[in-house]
């Protein structure tokens, strides 16, 4: 579906009416109900594993990597997440068009160069996913931001010197080149990674937690022995299983 730009006027009012599901969702989170809200920058899906409650539970927002959510991880994820009393919202921030584009990329250059002249586009889908959300829950729901090797790049640049996440869980990925310069704070942050991890090496997440701790950020790291880069994405095998509760078991301590 083509992005088209909208006015945040007609972003608010129209998205009432683009996610019925969450008034009616199922009383166990181990199904999507899909929807379509309208942002800034065009229509984009919203996958929600959520449980019928008097009370709304936190929310953490799911950001993909470039291959999007067709892993079975992403459910089981959602699992982890529901067990210690989260809903997930899967955001397609990266849509289906954008999947195909960086599949056709030549090579690590190419697909580097579409995330570069698209950054600021998936960055302000999320600000308005996070916004919407904030609008449909009571104000005192909190709400985190989990983003995976791609979607940690998006997550990280939608979330920091900004007030609307509160608390962030990157797993392979940081910050895209040229964006760390002007940050001064960072939600409450997790970072997650593999040790064998060769897309983006161990020696980013340092960097990147020294950065957060040194803005006086809590932040927290947690090295995977064994795991690769997408060792995250690896359903049901023990590594993942640790690392989804592990992130989990963070985002519940911030957000409840």
Not at 6 to 14: A, I, K, M, N
Not at 24 to 50: H, L, V, W, Y
């Amino acid at each position: 579906m083509p992005r088209r730009s909208r006015s945040t006027v007609f972003l608010l009012v129209t998205t009432v009416l683009c996610l019925a599901f969450i008034a009616c969702s199922p009383s166990q989170a181990n199904d999507r109900q899909t929807a379509m809200i309208k942002t800034t920058q065009g229509d984009i899906a919203i996958d929600a594993f959520e449980r019928r409650a008097p009370q709304k539970r936190p929310a953490v927002i799911i950001l993909s990597g470039s291959k999007g959510f067709r892993s079975a991880a992403y459910d089981d994820l959602a699992q982890s997440l529901d067990k210690a009393g989260l809903d997930a919202y899967l955001v397609h921030a990266v849509s289906t068009e954008d999947l195909t584009a960086i599949g056709h990329a030549k090579g690590a250059a190419g697909r580097i160069q579409y995330y570069t002249s698209h950054m600021a586009q998936w960055r302000a889908a999320v600000r308005d996913a996070l916004l919407f959300l904030k609008r449909q829950s009571p104000k005192d729901r909190k709400i985190g931001v989990l983003g995976i090797s791609l979607g940690a790049q998006i997550a990280v640049t939608a979330t920091v010197n900004r007030q609307d996440a509160n608390a962030l869980v990157l797993v392979d990925g940081g910050f895209p080149a040229g964006y760390s310069q002007s940050v001064r704070a960072f939600p409450p942050l997790l970072i997650v990674w593999g040790s064998e991890d060769r897309v983006f090496p161990v020696s980013m997440a340092k960097a990147l937690a020294e950065q957060a701790k040194s803005l006086g950020t809590e932040a927290e790291f947690s090295i995977f022995d064994g795991g690769s880069h997408d060792f995250f994405l690896k359903p049901e095998t023990p590594l993942a299983k640790q690392a989804h509760e592990r992130a989990a078991r963070f985002l519940a301590e911030q957000l409840k």
